[in-house]
């Protein structure tokens, strides 16, 4: 056993100078600076005018990527867009326009004669609301006979 300790001990004392040495080189050596050529690339992220475009891959039904950019006004044919009712419930006010429901902030694409259009519920009033689709700001009165 007194072997054993002894060779560990005198194996130690030869090691410890070597290791020493080699950490202070190591200590001295100048950091290396990568060139520009081995820069990570950039992240490039364009967001879509139009939904044919691109779409939020993790609310792939959302509008919201596109509502800061809004169609050139008069482009969207947004006379089919009608306000079929308004339902109250508790605190709560939903309107219905072109058989989809709308509470105030809520967005949605609405199906038209002449296509789809996306539509963001602005605010509802007594007996309209305010909406904005195609770029456009509009108010949908009710009109009971519908």
């Keep these: 056993m007194k072997l054993i300790a002894n060779t560990l001990r005198n194996l130690a004392t030869m090691l410890l100078p070597m290791t020493i040495v080699s950490l202070s080189s190591l200590a001295a050596a100048p950091v290396a600076q990568f060139a520009d050529t081995n820069a990570p690339p950039m992240s490039v992220f364009i967001i879509p ?3 044919k475009e691109g779409r939020d891959p993790f609310f792939p039904n ?3 990527v ?6 050139a006004p008069g482009t969207t044919d947004v006379s089919s867009l009608h306000l ?3 339902s109250i419930s508790g605190n709560h006010v939903f309107v219905v326009i072109n058989d989809e429901t709308f ?7 609405v199906k038209t004669d002449t ?3 996306d539509v963001i519920c602005k605010k509802i009033n007594g007996n309209s609301v ?5 770029g456009q700001i509009l108010t ?5 006979n519908q």
């Design 140 to 144: 949908l009165h009710y009109l009971s």
């Design 84 to 86: 079929q009712g308004i």
């Design 130 to 134: 305010v909406i904005e689709a195609g």
């Design 49 to 51: 005018d139009t939904p």
């Design 62 to 64: 959302s509008i919201r």
């Design 115 to 117: 296509g789809k259009i």
């Design 66 to 71: 596109y509502k800061d950019r809004p169609a």
């Design 103 to 109: 509470a105030e902030g809520d967005e949605a694409t």
